[in-house]
C-alpha cells in the first residue's frame, strides 16, 4: 500500500516536472515589421512586483523591457526597444506579463528570458525562441498572427516522452521492489 502511494507521487512528481518544462519554451516565427507578443504568465494571485524581459545576446546590462515599483523603467531599457515593448495587458490581469514588440526587425531574433518576481523571490517562467524572417522571402507562416508556433508540438512530444518515463519508473520500481523484498527475505532463510 505505502509502496503503490510512493510510485503514485513519484509518477506525478515526473509528470509535472515534464509539463511545467514544457511550458517554459517557446518558439515563434514572424516577417519583419509585424508586431509580435512574447507570451509570459505570473502568478494570478500574487502582487508582481518585479517583471524583466530580457535578451540575453544583447551586449549590455539593458533590458527589453524592465518593470519594477508599479512602473516601467525606460532608462533600463535597450535603445533598440524604445517605444516598441509594452505590456499586453498594463493591469497585468490574471499574471498575464506578456510584452508585445511592435514592427519587429531581424535583429531581434534571438532568445528572450521572462523573469517575474514576487512574494520577494524572482523566476525565470518562460523563455522563447523568436525568429524573424525578412518579409520578402516566402515565409513559413503561422496561426495567430505568429503566436506559439510549434508550442504544441513540443508539448504532445513531451507529454509522450513523459509518459514513457512514467511507465520506466513505475516498472523499474516494481522491479526493485521484489529484488529487494527476496534479499531481505534471505537471512531468514539461511
Ligand atoms: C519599423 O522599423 C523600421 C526599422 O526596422 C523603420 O525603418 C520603420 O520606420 C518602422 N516602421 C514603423 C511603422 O515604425
Ligand atoms: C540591426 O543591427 C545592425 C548592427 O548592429 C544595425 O546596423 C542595423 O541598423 C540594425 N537594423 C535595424 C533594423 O535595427
Known sequence: ????????????????????ASEDQQQI??????????QCW???RDV?????????DLKSQDYVYYFRDERLYKNYQ???????????????????VSVILRNSSVNDTGKYDCYVGY??????????????????????????GGDN????????GLSVAGLLVVIAVAVGLVIFRKHNSSICQSPAEL
Open 1 to 20: 500500500m505505502r509502496e503503490s502511494r510512493r510510485i503514485f507521487l513519484l509518477c506525478l512528481l515526473t509528470f509535472w516536472g515534464i509539463c511545467s
Open 29 to 38: 516565427t514572424v516577417k519583419t515589421g509585424d508586431d509580435v507578443t512574447l
Open 42 to 44: 505570473g502568478p494570478s
Open 48 to 56: 508582481i512586483e518585479l517583471l524583466e524581459w530580457n535578451k540575453p
Open 78 to 96: 535597450h535603445p533598440s526597444f524604445h517605444g516598441r515593448a509594452e505590456l499586453r495587458d498594463s493591469q497585468m490581469k490574471d499574471g498575464d
Open 119 to 144: 512574494g520577494g523571490r524572482s523566476e525565470l517562467i518562460t523563455t522563447i525562441t523568436l525568429k524573424v524572417t525578412d518579409s520578402g522571402a516566402g515565409t513559413r507562416h503561422t496561426k495567430n
Open 149 to 156: 508556433d510549434g508550442h504544441v508540438g513540443l508539448i504532445a
